[in-house]
C-alpha cells in the first residue's frame, strides 16, 4: 500500500465538508435528545472509525449519558470488502441490562457487523437499543436492518476520513473524501 505525505493528494472528491458533518451531527444530537428526554442514555460506540463521530455527537447530546466503547473487527486488513467475519476485540466495560442504549456507529456498509452486534447485544437485556449511524452506503447491503438515526446516505464509493480509514491511514481527514482508486489499487 503507497500513501502519499500530502494524504489530499490520495482523496478524488470531498463527498462531505467538515461543515456539513458538523451542521448534521449538531441536527442528529438535538432529535436525539427530544427522543430520549426525561431518560439516561448509554452510547456505545464501535471503534475504531467511529470515534470522530462519536466524540462530537455526545456533545451535542443535552442528556445525562454513559459512554462505552467495544471494538469489533469485520475487514480484513487493508482490503475493501467485508469479510462476514466479525471479531471482538474489545468488549462493553460495563452491563447495559436495563438501559436505553443507542449504538453509534461510523458506517453500515452492508450490515454484517451491526446484524452481529445488535444479537449480542441484545443478549445482554438492555431496556431498549437503536441504531445511530453517520453514513449509510445501502447499495452494498447484505443484511436489512432498520437504522433510527441515518446522518447521510452515500454511494457506493471508497470513502476515507472522519474516522474512516483504509489500511489504517486516512482517519485523520476533518472531512469525508472518495479516494482515488490508485491510492487502493496500487
Ligand atoms: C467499519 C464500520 C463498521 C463496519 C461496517 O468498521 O465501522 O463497524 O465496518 O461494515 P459492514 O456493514 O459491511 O459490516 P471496520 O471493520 O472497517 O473497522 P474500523 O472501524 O476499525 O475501521
Known amino acids: 500500500m503507497r500513501v502519499s505525505p500530502d494524504l489530499m493528494s490520495d482523496v478524488a472528491e470531498v463527498l462531505l465538508s ?28 464501535v471503534l475504531k ?16 449519558l454513559r459512554i462505552d466503547l467495544m471494538e469489533v473487527s469485520s475487514y480484513g486488513g487493508a482490503t475493501t470488502e467485508s469479510s462476514g467475519l466479525v471479531r471482538i476485540l474489545k468488549d462493553l466495560s460495563a452491563p447495559i ?9 461510523d458506517i453500515i456498509d452492508t450490515g454484517l457487523t451491526l446484524n452481529y452486534l445488535m444479537r449480542y447485544l441484545r443478549g445482554k437485556n438492555p431496556h431498549s437499543i437503536k441504531i445511530c449511524t453517520l453514513l449509510d452506503k445501502p447499495a452494498r447491503r ?14 457506493d464509493a471508497f470513502v476515507v476520513g472522519y ?15 472518495v479516494l482515488r482508486p490508485e491510492a487502493y489499487e496500487s
Open 18 to 45: 467538515e461543515e456539513q458533518i458538523a451542521a448534521k451531527v449538531a441536527e442528529m444530537g438535538a432529535r436525539i435528545s427530544a427522543d430520549y428526554e426525561g431518560r439516561e442514555l448509554t452510547l456505545v460506540s
Open 49 to 64: 472509525g467511529s470515534l470522530p463521530f462519536m466524540a462530537d455527537l455526545m456533545r451535542r447530546i443535552t442528556l445525562p
Open 97 to 105: 441490562e436495563g438501559r436505553d442504549v443507542l449504538l453509534v456507529e
Open 142 to 155: 447484505l443484511v436489512e436492518i432498520p437504522l433510527d438515526y441515518v446522518g447521510f446516505e452515500i454511494p
Open 163 to 177: 474516522g474512516l480509514d483504509f489500511g489504517e491511514v486516512y482517519r485523520n481527514l476533518r472531512f469525508v473524501g
